[in-house]
Protein backbone atom coordinates (compact mmCIF):
# COMPACT_ATOMS: atom_id res chain seq x y z
CA UNK A 1 0.00 0.00 0.00
CA UNK A 2 2.65 2.33 0.75
CA UNK A 3 4.49 1.88 -2.36
CA UNK A 4 1.49 2.77 -4.43
CA UNK A 5 1.33 5.92 -2.69
CA UNK A 6 4.83 6.57 -2.59
CA UNK A 7 4.78 5.87 -6.42
CA UNK A 8 1.57 8.29 -6.86
CA UNK A 9 3.70 11.10 -4.90
CA UNK A 10 6.72 10.43 -7.22
CA UNK A 11 4.93 10.64 -10.49
CA UNK A 12 4.95 13.92 -12.68
CA UNK A 13 2.11 16.02 -12.14
CA UNK A 14 0.27 17.10 -14.72
CA UNK A 15 1.19 20.39 -16.63
CA UNK A 16 -1.53 23.30 -15.71
CA UNK A 17 -3.40 24.36 -18.55
CA UNK A 18 -2.12 27.69 -19.91
CA UNK A 19 -4.05 30.40 -19.23
CA UNK A 20 -6.16 32.32 -21.71
CA UNK A 21 -3.73 35.14 -22.45
CA UNK A 22 -0.86 33.00 -23.18
CA UNK A 23 -3.11 31.05 -25.43
CA UNK A 24 -4.46 34.05 -27.27
CA UNK A 25 -0.69 35.71 -27.44
CA UNK A 26 0.18 31.81 -29.10
CA UNK A 27 -2.97 32.11 -31.66
CA UNK A 28 -1.36 35.39 -32.13
CA UNK A 29 1.94 34.23 -32.95
CA UNK A 30 0.57 31.53 -35.34
CA UNK A 31 -2.43 33.18 -36.89
CA UNK A 32 -0.93 33.96 -40.45
CA UNK A 33 0.93 30.53 -40.76
CA UNK A 34 -1.45 27.94 -39.47
CA UNK A 35 -4.75 29.71 -38.82
CA UNK A 36 -6.37 26.55 -38.38
CA UNK A 37 -4.82 26.08 -35.51
CA UNK A 38 -5.02 29.48 -34.28
CA UNK A 39 -8.72 29.48 -34.26
CA UNK A 40 -8.86 26.30 -31.99
CA UNK A 41 -6.00 28.00 -29.41
CA UNK A 42 -9.10 31.32 -29.21
CA UNK A 43 -11.88 29.04 -29.00
CA UNK A 44 -10.34 26.89 -26.13
CA UNK A 45 -8.89 30.32 -24.54
CA UNK A 46 -12.49 31.36 -24.66
CA UNK A 47 -13.80 28.57 -22.60
CA UNK A 48 -10.75 28.41 -20.26
CA UNK A 49 -11.54 32.12 -19.08
CA UNK A 50 -14.64 30.83 -17.43
CA UNK A 51 -16.14 33.32 -15.33
CA UNK A 52 -14.16 36.10 -16.63
CA UNK A 53 -16.72 37.58 -19.26
CA UNK A 54 -14.48 40.51 -20.46
CA UNK A 55 -11.48 37.93 -21.44
CA UNK A 56 -14.28 35.52 -22.74
CA UNK A 57 -14.85 37.97 -25.32
CA UNK A 58 -11.63 39.46 -26.04
CA UNK A 59 -10.69 35.95 -26.88
CA UNK A 60 -13.55 35.77 -29.48
CA UNK A 61 -13.14 38.65 -30.75
CA UNK A 62 -9.52 37.53 -31.80
CA UNK A 63 -11.31 34.61 -33.28
CA UNK A 64 -13.66 36.58 -35.17
CA UNK A 65 -10.64 38.65 -36.98
CA UNK A 66 -8.88 35.45 -37.95
CA UNK A 67 -12.41 34.56 -39.69
CA UNK A 68 -13.03 36.93 -41.24
CA UNK A 69 -10.17 36.22 -43.84
CA UNK A 70 -10.52 32.42 -43.90
CA UNK A 71 -14.24 31.92 -43.34
CA UNK A 72 -16.08 34.96 -43.57
CA UNK A 73 -19.55 33.16 -42.81
CA UNK A 74 -18.29 31.34 -39.55
CA UNK A 75 -17.31 34.74 -38.70
CA UNK A 76 -20.42 36.39 -38.95
CA UNK A 77 -22.00 33.64 -36.65
CA UNK A 78 -19.50 34.10 -33.77
CA UNK A 79 -19.23 37.54 -33.76
CA UNK A 80 -23.36 37.53 -33.08
CA UNK A 81 -23.32 35.01 -30.60
CA UNK A 82 -20.60 36.57 -28.85
CA UNK A 83 -22.54 40.24 -29.04
CA UNK A 84 -25.44 38.61 -27.59
CA UNK A 85 -23.60 37.59 -24.52
CA UNK A 86 -21.58 40.89 -24.56
CA UNK A 87 -25.00 42.79 -24.26
CA UNK A 88 -25.89 40.41 -21.42
CA UNK A 89 -22.73 41.48 -19.68
CA UNK A 90 -23.20 45.13 -20.54
CA UNK A 91 -19.82 44.98 -22.25
CA UNK A 92 -20.27 48.14 -24.67
CA UNK A 93 -16.83 48.21 -25.63
CA UNK A 94 -16.57 44.56 -26.57
CA UNK A 95 -19.65 44.93 -28.56
CA UNK A 96 -18.24 47.63 -30.55
CA UNK A 97 -14.82 45.63 -31.36
CA UNK A 98 -17.37 42.40 -32.67
CA UNK A 99 -19.72 44.78 -34.88
CA UNK A 100 -16.75 45.92 -36.80
CA UNK A 101 -15.22 42.08 -37.13
CA UNK A 102 -18.50 41.31 -38.57
CA UNK A 103 -18.53 44.53 -41.05
CA UNK A 104 -15.23 43.01 -42.23
CA UNK A 105 -17.12 39.86 -42.78
CA UNK A 106 -19.73 40.87 -44.55
CA UNK A 107 -17.50 42.98 -46.49
CA UNK A 108 -15.72 40.19 -47.33
CA UNK A 109 -18.67 38.24 -48.24
CA UNK A 110 -19.63 41.28 -51.20
CA UNK A 111 -22.16 42.30 -48.78
CA UNK A 112 -21.34 45.97 -49.00
CA UNK A 113 -24.24 47.41 -47.63
CA UNK A 114 -24.32 45.66 -44.10
CA UNK A 115 -20.43 45.95 -44.13
CA UNK A 116 -20.96 50.00 -44.29
CA UNK A 117 -23.90 50.01 -41.99
CA UNK A 118 -21.43 47.72 -39.03
CA UNK A 119 -18.29 50.26 -39.75
CA UNK A 120 -20.57 53.47 -39.50
CA UNK A 121 -21.93 52.04 -36.06
CA UNK A 122 -18.05 51.76 -35.28
CA UNK A 123 -16.76 54.95 -35.63
CA UNK A 124 -19.55 56.87 -33.81
CA UNK A 125 -19.46 54.24 -30.88
CA UNK A 126 -15.96 54.03 -30.49
CA UNK A 127 -15.89 57.94 -30.56
CA UNK A 128 -18.81 57.48 -27.83
CA UNK A 129 -16.87 55.31 -25.30
CA UNK A 130 -13.39 56.86 -26.31
CA UNK A 131 -12.38 54.14 -27.77
CA UNK A 132 -9.71 55.09 -30.24
CA UNK A 133 -8.82 51.26 -31.30
CA UNK A 134 -11.63 50.60 -32.50
CA UNK A 135 -12.56 53.71 -33.43
CA UNK A 136 -9.25 53.88 -35.71
CA UNK A 137 -10.06 50.39 -37.22
CA UNK A 138 -13.72 51.32 -38.31
CA UNK A 139 -12.16 54.80 -39.82
CA UNK A 140 -9.49 53.13 -41.94
CA UNK A 141 -11.87 49.67 -43.07
CA UNK A 142 -14.66 52.23 -43.66
CA UNK A 143 -12.59 54.42 -45.71
CA UNK A 144 -11.12 51.84 -47.80
CA UNK A 145 -14.52 50.85 -48.40
CA UNK A 146 -15.44 54.53 -49.75
CA UNK A 147 -12.30 53.94 -51.87
CA UNK A 148 -13.28 51.02 -53.36
CA UNK A 149 -17.00 52.85 -54.74
CA UNK A 150 -15.26 55.62 -56.02
CA UNK A 151 -15.86 58.05 -52.56
CA UNK A 152 -12.77 59.45 -52.89
CA UNK A 153 -13.26 62.59 -50.25
CA UNK A 154 -14.62 60.86 -48.09
CA UNK A 155 -12.17 58.13 -47.66
CA UNK A 156 -9.45 60.34 -47.57
CA UNK A 157 -11.39 62.54 -44.38
CA UNK A 158 -11.45 58.61 -43.24
CA UNK A 159 -8.49 57.52 -43.61
CA UNK A 160 -6.59 60.45 -42.73
CA UNK A 161 -8.25 60.15 -39.22
CA UNK A 162 -7.30 56.85 -38.87
CA UNK A 163 -3.82 57.26 -39.28
CA UNK A 164 -4.01 60.64 -36.46
CA UNK A 165 -5.39 57.85 -34.22
CA UNK A 166 -2.66 55.51 -34.81
CA UNK A 167 -0.11 58.05 -34.63
CA UNK A 168 -1.20 58.82 -31.11
CA UNK A 169 -1.83 55.27 -30.14
CA UNK A 170 1.96 54.61 -31.20
CA UNK A 171 0.96 51.91 -33.15
CA UNK A 172 3.24 51.66 -35.94
CA UNK A 173 2.08 48.10 -37.90
CA UNK A 174 -1.45 50.02 -38.26
CA UNK A 175 -0.12 53.84 -38.56
CA UNK A 176 1.77 51.66 -41.82
CA UNK A 177 -1.63 50.16 -42.96
CA UNK A 178 -3.57 53.44 -43.07
CA UNK A 179 -0.82 55.24 -44.54
CA UNK A 180 -0.80 52.84 -46.69
CA UNK A 181 -4.59 52.48 -47.81
CA UNK A 182 -4.40 56.75 -48.17
CA UNK A 183 -1.73 56.07 -51.04
CA UNK A 184 -3.64 53.75 -52.85
CA UNK A 185 -6.08 56.43 -52.96
CA UNK A 186 -4.21 58.92 -54.10
CA UNK A 187 -2.62 56.39 -56.47
CA UNK A 188 -6.04 55.52 -58.53
CA UNK A 189 -6.41 56.72 -61.81
CA UNK A 190 -9.28 58.81 -60.82
CA UNK A 191 -7.69 60.48 -58.72
CA UNK A 192 -4.43 60.72 -60.42
CA UNK A 193 -2.23 62.33 -57.71
CA UNK A 194 0.76 60.09 -58.23
CA UNK A 195 3.50 61.92 -56.98
CA UNK A 196 1.75 62.33 -53.47
CA UNK A 197 1.34 58.52 -54.00
CA UNK A 198 5.23 57.94 -54.93
CA UNK A 199 5.78 60.05 -51.48
CA UNK A 200 4.06 57.82 -49.33
CA UNK A 201 4.73 54.56 -50.81
CA UNK A 202 8.50 55.49 -50.13
CA UNK A 203 8.19 56.95 -46.78
CA UNK A 204 6.56 53.23 -46.19
CA UNK A 205 9.26 51.20 -47.75
CA UNK A 206 11.89 53.01 -45.47
CA UNK A 207 9.62 52.18 -42.48
CA UNK A 208 9.48 48.76 -43.27
CA UNK A 209 13.27 48.10 -43.79
CA UNK A 210 14.07 50.11 -40.61
CA UNK A 211 11.34 48.22 -39.15
CA UNK A 212 12.57 44.74 -40.40
CA UNK A 213 8.84 44.15 -42.08
CA UNK A 214 10.23 42.43 -45.42
CA UNK A 215 6.53 41.26 -46.46
CA UNK A 216 5.49 44.92 -46.37
CA UNK A 217 8.96 45.97 -47.58
CA UNK A 218 8.14 43.72 -50.62
CA UNK A 219 4.39 45.12 -50.94
CA UNK A 220 5.72 48.78 -51.16
CA UNK A 221 8.34 48.02 -53.75
CA UNK A 222 4.97 46.62 -55.74
CA UNK A 223 2.93 49.63 -55.25
CA UNK A 224 5.70 52.09 -56.12
CA UNK A 225 6.70 49.78 -59.03
CA UNK A 226 2.41 49.91 -60.51
CA UNK A 227 2.33 53.84 -59.79
CA UNK A 228 5.96 54.44 -62.06
CA UNK A 229 4.01 51.78 -64.40
CA UNK A 230 1.07 53.90 -64.98
CA UNK A 231 3.26 57.37 -65.26
CA UNK A 232 5.37 55.62 -67.54
CA UNK A 233 8.40 55.77 -66.11
CA UNK A 234 8.58 51.65 -66.99
CA UNK A 235 12.39 51.21 -66.69
CA UNK A 236 12.30 52.26 -62.83
CA UNK A 237 8.91 50.44 -62.85
CA UNK A 238 11.18 47.45 -63.39
CA UNK A 239 13.27 48.00 -61.08
CA UNK A 240 10.78 48.06 -58.54
CA UNK A 241 9.15 45.13 -59.41
CA UNK A 242 12.48 43.29 -59.57
CA UNK A 243 13.28 44.54 -55.67
CA UNK A 244 9.62 43.30 -54.51
CA UNK A 245 10.40 39.91 -56.67
CA UNK A 246 13.89 39.28 -54.46
CA UNK A 247 12.16 40.26 -51.33
CA UNK A 248 9.01 37.35 -51.82
CA UNK A 249 11.92 34.88 -52.97
CA UNK A 250 13.81 35.27 -50.01
CA UNK A 251 10.39 34.90 -48.04
CA UNK A 252 9.26 31.85 -49.80
CA UNK A 253 6.27 33.88 -50.60
CA UNK A 254 5.32 31.60 -53.47
CA UNK A 255 1.67 33.77 -54.06
CA UNK A 256 3.70 37.15 -54.00
CA UNK A 257 6.20 36.00 -56.56
CA UNK A 258 3.59 34.71 -58.52
CA UNK A 259 1.97 38.28 -58.79
CA UNK A 260 5.19 39.99 -59.23
CA UNK A 261 5.84 38.04 -62.30
CA UNK A 262 2.68 38.73 -63.93
CA UNK A 263 3.76 42.35 -63.06
CA UNK A 264 6.85 42.43 -64.89
CA UNK A 265 5.80 40.09 -67.94
CA UNK A 266 2.93 42.62 -68.60
CA UNK A 267 5.52 45.43 -68.28
CA UNK A 268 8.27 43.73 -70.54
CA UNK A 269 5.39 43.08 -72.90
CA UNK A 270 4.78 47.24 -72.88
CA UNK A 271 8.80 47.66 -73.14
CA UNK A 272 8.62 46.05 -76.38
CA UNK A 273 10.34 43.45 -75.00
CA UNK A 274 7.84 40.60 -75.29
CA UNK A 275 10.39 37.69 -75.88
CA UNK A 276 11.83 37.92 -72.34
CA UNK A 277 8.13 38.80 -71.04
CA UNK A 278 7.09 35.08 -71.79
CA UNK A 279 9.67 33.88 -68.77
CA UNK A 280 8.18 35.57 -65.79
CA UNK A 281 4.14 35.10 -66.96
CA UNK A 282 4.60 31.26 -67.63
CA UNK A 283 6.13 30.68 -64.13
CA UNK A 284 3.22 33.08 -62.87
CA UNK A 285 0.97 30.66 -64.90
CA UNK A 286 2.26 27.62 -63.05
CA UNK A 287 2.11 28.94 -59.86
CA UNK A 288 -1.56 30.16 -60.27
CA UNK A 289 -2.21 26.36 -61.50
CA UNK A 290 -0.71 24.95 -58.54
CA UNK A 291 -2.53 26.94 -55.67
CA UNK A 292 -5.90 26.05 -57.90
CA UNK A 293 -6.74 30.09 -58.58
CA UNK A 294 -8.96 29.78 -61.96
CA UNK A 295 -9.30 33.87 -61.48
CA UNK A 296 -5.71 34.79 -62.10
CA UNK A 297 -4.65 31.46 -64.30
CA UNK A 298 -7.58 33.16 -67.01
CA UNK A 299 -5.47 36.74 -66.33
CA UNK A 300 -2.47 35.62 -67.08
CA UNK A 301 -3.56 33.09 -70.09
CA UNK A 302 -4.92 36.66 -70.88
CA UNK A 303 -1.36 38.59 -70.55
CA UNK A 304 0.33 35.58 -72.51
CA UNK A 305 -2.08 35.91 -75.25
CA UNK A 306 -1.20 39.83 -75.71
CA UNK A 307 2.52 39.01 -75.29
CA UNK A 308 2.03 35.93 -78.12
CA UNK A 309 0.37 38.51 -80.80
CA UNK A 310 3.54 40.84 -80.58
CA UNK A 311 6.08 38.17 -80.93
CA UNK A 312 4.07 37.43 -84.14
CA UNK A 313 2.80 33.68 -82.85
CA UNK A 314 -0.60 33.94 -83.71
CA UNK A 315 -1.78 30.64 -83.74
CA UNK A 316 -0.31 30.52 -79.65
CA UNK A 317 -1.74 33.57 -79.13
CA UNK A 318 -5.72 32.48 -80.11
CA UNK A 319 -5.23 29.42 -77.76
CA UNK A 320 -4.26 31.77 -74.43
CA UNK A 321 -6.93 34.33 -75.88
CA UNK A 322 -9.61 31.57 -75.90
CA UNK A 323 -8.66 29.79 -72.61
CA UNK A 324 -9.08 33.03 -70.69
CA UNK A 325 -12.38 33.95 -72.97
CA UNK A 326 -14.02 30.58 -71.70
CA UNK A 327 -13.39 31.62 -68.09
CA UNK A 328 -14.83 35.23 -68.20
CA UNK A 329 -17.50 34.13 -70.51
CA UNK A 330 -19.19 31.59 -67.53
CA UNK A 331 -20.41 34.09 -65.40
CA UNK A 332 -19.40 37.25 -67.67
CA UNK A 333 -16.66 39.22 -66.34
CA UNK A 334 -17.15 42.11 -69.27
CA UNK A 335 -14.32 44.19 -68.17
CA UNK A 336 -11.56 41.20 -69.20
CA UNK A 337 -13.88 40.14 -72.33
CA UNK A 338 -13.38 44.02 -73.43
CA UNK A 339 -9.79 43.06 -73.41
CA UNK A 340 -9.83 39.75 -74.98
CA UNK A 341 -12.25 40.60 -77.72
CA UNK A 342 -10.49 43.33 -78.86
CA UNK A 343 -7.14 41.55 -79.21
CA UNK A 344 -9.14 38.62 -80.70
CA UNK A 345 -10.07 41.26 -83.32
CA UNK A 346 -6.59 41.99 -83.93
CA UNK A 347 -5.54 38.88 -84.29
CA UNK A 348 -7.90 36.92 -86.23
CA UNK A 349 -7.50 40.11 -88.54
CA UNK A 350 -3.95 39.38 -88.94
CA UNK A 351 -4.62 35.72 -89.88
CA UNK A 352 -6.90 36.75 -92.42
CA UNK A 353 -9.98 34.65 -90.63
CA UNK A 354 -12.44 37.70 -91.25
CA UNK A 355 -15.69 36.01 -90.12
CA UNK A 356 -13.74 35.47 -87.17
CA UNK A 357 -12.33 38.86 -86.59
CA UNK A 358 -15.78 40.74 -87.33
CA UNK A 359 -17.17 37.98 -84.77
CA UNK A 360 -15.04 39.43 -82.24
CA UNK A 361 -15.83 42.90 -82.82
CA UNK A 362 -19.08 42.41 -82.60
CA UNK A 363 -19.42 40.58 -79.39
CA UNK A 364 -16.53 43.90 -78.42
CA UNK A 365 -19.33 46.17 -79.38
CA UNK A 366 -21.55 44.14 -77.17
CA UNK A 367 -19.54 43.92 -74.57
CA UNK A 368 -18.92 47.74 -74.31
CA UNK A 369 -22.96 47.98 -74.63
CA UNK A 370 -23.20 45.86 -71.03
CA UNK A 371 -20.13 48.17 -69.61
CA UNK A 372 -22.26 50.87 -70.58
CA UNK A 373 -25.33 49.95 -69.33
CA UNK A 374 -23.66 48.96 -65.92
CA UNK A 375 -21.65 52.57 -65.68
CA UNK A 376 -25.82 54.43 -66.16
CA UNK A 377 -26.72 52.20 -63.39
CA UNK A 378 -24.12 54.06 -61.28
CA UNK A 379 -25.47 56.78 -59.50
CA UNK A 380 -22.08 59.40 -59.59
CA UNK A 381 -21.92 61.53 -62.50
CA UNK A 382 -18.32 60.80 -62.39
CA UNK A 383 -18.41 57.63 -63.57
CA UNK A 384 -20.88 58.72 -66.23
CA UNK A 385 -18.74 61.10 -67.62
CA UNK A 386 -15.14 58.99 -67.31
CA UNK A 387 -17.42 56.74 -69.19
CA UNK A 388 -18.61 59.13 -72.20
CA UNK A 389 -14.46 60.08 -72.67
CA UNK A 390 -13.64 56.38 -72.72
CA UNK A 391 -15.85 55.34 -75.14
CA UNK A 392 -14.98 57.81 -77.57
CA UNK A 393 -11.68 56.78 -77.00
CA UNK A 394 -12.85 52.71 -77.78
CA UNK A 395 -14.81 54.08 -80.85
CA UNK A 396 -11.69 55.48 -81.98
CA UNK A 397 -9.86 52.32 -81.91
CA UNK A 398 -12.97 50.28 -83.42
CA UNK A 399 -12.51 52.80 -86.57
CA UNK A 400 -8.97 51.92 -86.98
CA UNK A 401 -9.40 48.72 -86.36
CA UNK A 402 -12.05 48.70 -89.34
CA UNK A 403 -10.21 50.34 -91.08
CA UNK A 404 -6.89 47.45 -90.84
CA UNK A 405 -9.36 45.17 -91.81
CA UNK A 406 -10.14 46.67 -95.02
CA UNK A 407 -6.31 47.45 -95.80
CA UNK A 408 -5.55 43.66 -95.07
CA UNK A 409 -8.66 42.43 -97.53
CA UNK A 410 -6.73 45.02 -100.56
CA UNK A 411 -3.43 43.37 -99.65
CA UNK A 412 -4.99 39.78 -100.01
CA UNK A 413 -6.77 40.90 -103.03
CA UNK A 414 -3.21 42.44 -104.54
CA UNK A 415 -1.53 39.06 -103.58
CA UNK A 416 -4.13 37.06 -105.59
CA UNK A 417 -4.13 38.77 -108.37
CA UNK A 418 -0.48 38.45 -108.53
CA UNK A 419 -1.02 34.65 -108.73
CA UNK A 420 -3.27 35.39 -110.98
CA UNK A 421 -1.43 37.39 -113.48
CA UNK A 422 -0.44 34.60 -116.09
CA UNK A 423 -3.43 33.54 -117.25
CA UNK A 424 -5.39 36.50 -116.99
CA UNK A 425 -2.93 39.01 -117.89
CA UNK A 426 -4.19 43.10 -118.69
CA UNK A 427 -7.44 42.60 -116.99
CA UNK A 428 -5.65 41.50 -113.23
CA UNK A 429 -2.54 44.59 -114.18
CA UNK A 430 -5.81 47.26 -113.87
CA UNK A 431 -7.52 45.55 -110.73
CA UNK A 432 -4.42 45.79 -108.98
CA UNK A 433 -4.05 49.52 -110.07
CA UNK A 434 -7.42 49.91 -108.96
CA UNK A 435 -6.62 48.50 -105.46
CA UNK A 436 -3.60 50.42 -105.43
CA UNK A 437 -5.23 53.64 -105.92
CA UNK A 438 -7.77 52.80 -102.96
CA UNK A 439 -5.36 51.65 -100.87
CA UNK A 440 -3.73 55.50 -101.40
CA UNK A 441 -7.02 56.77 -101.01
CA UNK A 442 -7.87 55.11 -97.65
CA UNK A 443 -4.12 56.17 -96.03
CA UNK A 444 -4.82 59.80 -97.60
CA UNK A 445 -7.71 59.98 -95.59
CA UNK A 446 -6.65 58.60 -92.91
CA UNK A 447 -3.81 61.34 -92.78
CA UNK A 448 -5.95 63.83 -93.33
CA UNK A 449 -8.69 63.06 -90.95
CA UNK A 450 -5.06 63.07 -87.99
CA UNK A 451 -3.96 66.46 -89.70
CA UNK A 452 -7.36 68.09 -89.06
CA UNK A 453 -7.70 66.85 -85.65
CA UNK A 454 -4.11 66.99 -84.23
CA UNK A 455 -1.39 69.29 -84.42
CA UNK A 456 1.37 68.35 -85.89
CA UNK A 457 4.32 69.79 -84.03
CA UNK A 458 2.80 69.07 -80.16
CA UNK A 459 0.81 65.93 -81.18
CA UNK A 460 -2.52 67.46 -79.35
CA UNK A 461 -5.80 67.78 -80.15
CA UNK A 462 -5.80 71.34 -82.34
CA UNK A 463 -8.01 73.81 -81.81
CA UNK A 464 -10.77 72.95 -83.95
CA UNK A 465 -10.85 69.10 -82.31
CA UNK A 466 -9.84 70.34 -78.72
CA UNK A 467 -13.06 73.06 -79.36
CA UNK A 468 -15.13 70.27 -80.35
CA UNK A 469 -14.36 67.70 -77.38
CA UNK A 470 -15.36 71.31 -75.23
CA UNK A 471 -18.71 71.55 -76.10
CA UNK A 472 -19.34 67.79 -75.52
CA UNK A 473 -17.73 68.00 -72.27
CA UNK A 474 -19.46 71.33 -71.57
CA UNK A 475 -23.12 69.65 -72.97
CA UNK A 476 -22.30 66.45 -71.20
CA UNK A 477 -22.13 68.71 -67.27
CA UNK A 478 -24.97 70.55 -68.31
CA UNK A 479 -26.86 67.49 -68.87
CA UNK A 480 -25.67 65.99 -65.66
CA UNK A 481 -25.85 68.40 -63.62
CA UNK A 482 -21.93 67.25 -62.72
CA UNK A 483 -18.69 69.73 -62.17
CA UNK A 484 -16.87 70.58 -64.71
CA UNK A 485 -13.83 72.65 -64.92
CA UNK A 486 -11.48 74.60 -67.73
CA UNK A 487 -7.50 75.45 -67.72
CA UNK A 488 -5.52 77.95 -70.07
CA UNK A 489 -2.24 78.69 -69.71
CA UNK A 490 0.26 80.26 -72.00
CA UNK A 491 3.93 79.88 -72.31
CA UNK A 492 6.09 83.32 -70.90
CA UNK A 493 7.60 85.34 -72.91
CA UNK A 494 7.64 82.99 -75.75
CA UNK A 495 8.62 85.46 -77.94
CA UNK A 496 11.58 86.39 -76.15
CA UNK A 497 12.61 82.31 -76.45
CA UNK A 498 11.95 82.33 -80.46
CA UNK A 499 13.69 85.75 -80.74
CA UNK A 500 17.08 84.74 -78.65
CA UNK A 501 17.45 81.11 -79.53
CA UNK A 502 15.08 80.94 -82.79
CA UNK A 503 12.04 79.17 -83.63
CA UNK A 504 13.56 75.69 -83.68
CA UNK A 505 14.55 75.97 -80.21
CA UNK A 506 10.81 77.40 -79.87
CA UNK A 507 9.31 74.35 -81.65
CA UNK A 508 11.15 71.70 -79.08
CA UNK A 509 9.70 74.58 -75.78
CA UNK A 510 6.29 73.62 -77.26
CA UNK A 511 7.05 70.32 -77.45
CA UNK A 512 8.14 69.80 -74.05
CA UNK A 513 5.74 71.80 -72.33
CA UNK A 514 3.15 69.43 -74.35
CA UNK A 515 5.02 66.80 -73.05
CA UNK A 516 4.69 67.94 -69.36
CA UNK A 517 1.47 68.15 -69.74
CA UNK A 518 0.34 64.77 -70.64
CA UNK A 519 2.69 63.36 -67.81
CA UNK A 520 1.09 65.99 -65.14
CA UNK A 521 -3.08 65.27 -66.29
CA UNK A 522 -4.77 62.48 -65.37
CA UNK A 523 -6.10 59.80 -68.28
CA UNK A 524 -9.71 61.61 -68.68
CA UNK A 525 -8.20 64.91 -68.68
CA UNK A 526 -7.92 66.76 -72.10
CA UNK A 527 -5.32 68.96 -73.41
CA UNK A 528 -5.02 70.91 -76.19
CA UNK A 529 -3.13 73.61 -78.13
CA UNK A 530 -5.29 76.21 -79.26
CA UNK A 531 -2.65 78.98 -80.42
CA UNK A 532 0.89 79.72 -80.88
CA UNK A 533 2.20 79.22 -77.14
CA UNK A 534 -1.39 78.83 -75.60
CA UNK A 535 -2.85 75.56 -74.54
CA UNK A 536 -6.01 74.49 -72.62
CA UNK A 537 -7.10 71.51 -70.46
CA UNK A 538 -10.77 70.03 -69.91
CA UNK A 539 -11.26 68.79 -66.69
CA UNK A 540 -14.43 66.48 -66.31
CA UNK A 541 -16.45 65.81 -63.12
CA UNK A 542 -13.44 68.36 -61.71
CA UNK A 543 -14.59 71.23 -58.87
CA UNK A 544 -12.48 74.48 -58.62
CA UNK A 545 -10.31 73.57 -56.34
CA UNK A 546 -9.06 70.51 -57.19
CA UNK A 547 -8.56 72.30 -61.16
CA UNK A 548 -6.45 74.73 -59.47
CA UNK A 549 -4.12 71.83 -57.63
CA UNK A 550 -4.16 70.35 -61.13
CA UNK A 551 -2.60 73.30 -62.30
CA UNK A 552 -0.56 74.31 -59.64
CA UNK A 553 1.18 70.81 -60.27
CA UNK A 554 1.58 71.77 -64.30
CA UNK A 555 2.65 75.17 -63.56
CA UNK A 556 5.71 73.17 -61.40
CA UNK A 557 6.01 70.40 -64.06
CA UNK A 558 6.88 72.95 -66.77
CA UNK A 559 8.53 75.16 -63.99
CA UNK A 560 11.10 73.05 -63.14
CA UNK A 561 11.92 70.98 -66.45
CA UNK A 562 15.58 72.17 -67.53
CA UNK A 563 16.39 73.51 -70.73
CA UNK A 564 19.96 73.73 -70.76
CA UNK A 565 20.74 71.88 -74.22
CA UNK A 566 18.99 74.56 -75.66
CA UNK A 567 21.19 77.17 -73.90
CA UNK A 568 22.85 76.91 -70.51
CA UNK A 569 20.78 78.59 -68.05
CA UNK A 570 17.40 78.60 -70.22
CA UNK A 571 14.26 78.20 -68.07
CA UNK A 572 10.54 78.08 -68.92
CA UNK A 573 7.68 79.18 -67.25
CA UNK A 574 3.84 79.03 -67.78
CA UNK A 575 0.78 81.34 -66.15
CA UNK A 576 -2.39 79.79 -65.79
CA UNK A 577 -6.25 80.55 -65.18
CA UNK A 578 -8.78 77.97 -63.91
CA UNK A 579 -12.50 78.27 -64.01
CA UNK A 580 -15.55 76.00 -63.24
CA UNK A 581 -18.78 75.43 -64.71
CA UNK A 582 -21.53 77.34 -63.47
CA UNK A 583 -25.31 76.39 -64.13
CA UNK A 584 -26.25 80.02 -65.23
CA UNK A 585 -23.32 79.37 -68.16
CA UNK A 586 -25.60 79.06 -71.40
CA UNK A 587 -22.62 78.18 -73.57
CA UNK A 588 -19.21 77.78 -73.59
CA UNK A 589 -17.54 80.72 -74.46
CA UNK A 590 -18.58 82.15 -71.20
CA UNK A 591 -16.85 79.58 -69.11
CA UNK A 592 -13.81 80.17 -71.18
CA UNK A 593 -13.97 83.94 -70.62
CA UNK A 594 -13.76 83.64 -67.27
CA UNK A 595 -10.57 81.25 -67.15
CA UNK A 596 -8.86 83.89 -70.14
CA UNK A 597 -9.83 87.02 -67.15
CA UNK A 598 -7.83 85.13 -64.66
CA UNK A 599 -4.83 84.15 -67.19
CA UNK A 600 -4.80 87.59 -67.78
CA UNK A 601 -4.50 88.71 -63.93
CA UNK A 602 -1.97 85.92 -63.57
CA UNK A 603 0.37 87.61 -66.53
CA UNK A 604 -0.54 90.88 -64.43
CA UNK A 605 0.47 89.64 -61.29
CA UNK A 606 4.14 88.84 -62.67
CA UNK A 607 3.94 85.39 -64.63
CA UNK A 608 4.56 81.85 -63.42
CA UNK A 609 1.36 81.56 -61.27
CA UNK A 610 -2.13 79.93 -61.42
CA UNK A 611 -5.30 82.52 -60.82
CA UNK A 612 -8.94 81.74 -60.64
CA UNK A 613 -12.04 82.88 -61.92
CA UNK A 614 -13.64 86.14 -59.94
CA UNK A 615 -16.49 84.53 -57.23
CA UNK A 616 -19.89 85.03 -58.77
CA UNK A 617 -21.82 87.87 -57.58
CA UNK A 618 -24.77 87.80 -55.81
CA UNK A 619 -27.89 86.15 -56.93
CA UNK A 620 -25.41 83.99 -59.60
Known sequence: MWLVVLGFLSAPAPA???????????????????????????EKAAIA????????????????WLLAVVSPSEAIRTAEAAMA????????????????CRGYAHERSDRLDDAARDYQFGVEEGARLSEPKATA??????????????????????????????????????????????ANVYADRNVGDYARALEYYRQLLATHLADGRA??????????????????ELGAALDAYKASRKISVELHASSEIAYVDRSIGILLTRMGRAAAALVPLRNALAAFRAADDHDMVAATRLSLGVTFSRLGRLDAALAELRAAQAHYEAPPNDRFLD??????????????????????????????????????????????????SEKKEQENRALLQERALREQALRDAERISRWQQVSIGLGVAVLALLAHAV????????????????????????????????????????RLGAAFSVIVFDIDHFKRVNDTLGHEAGDKVLQRVAAAGRAALRPHDRMGRIGGEEFAVLLPVTRLAEATAIAERLRGTVAGHEFDDLAPGTRVSSSFGVAEWRREDSTLAALVRRADAALYRAKAGGRDR?????????GA
Open 215 to 232: AEAATAHFNIGSTLETIG
Open 439 to 478: RRQARETGRMRDLAMTDALTRLANRRHFLALAEQAFDSAR
Open 339 to 388: RIYEELAVVEATQGNWRAAHEAQGRLLETRRRLAESLQAEHTARLRVQFD
Open 16 to 42: PPAPPRALIAEAEAISASDPERAAALL
Open 610 to 618: VEVEEPAGP
Open 49 to 64: AGADGALRLEALSARC
Open 137 to 182: MALVLRGELRHGRGLYGPALEDLVAAHRLEVQLGRRPKQSYALNAI
Open 85 to 100: EARRLHLERSIVDLRV
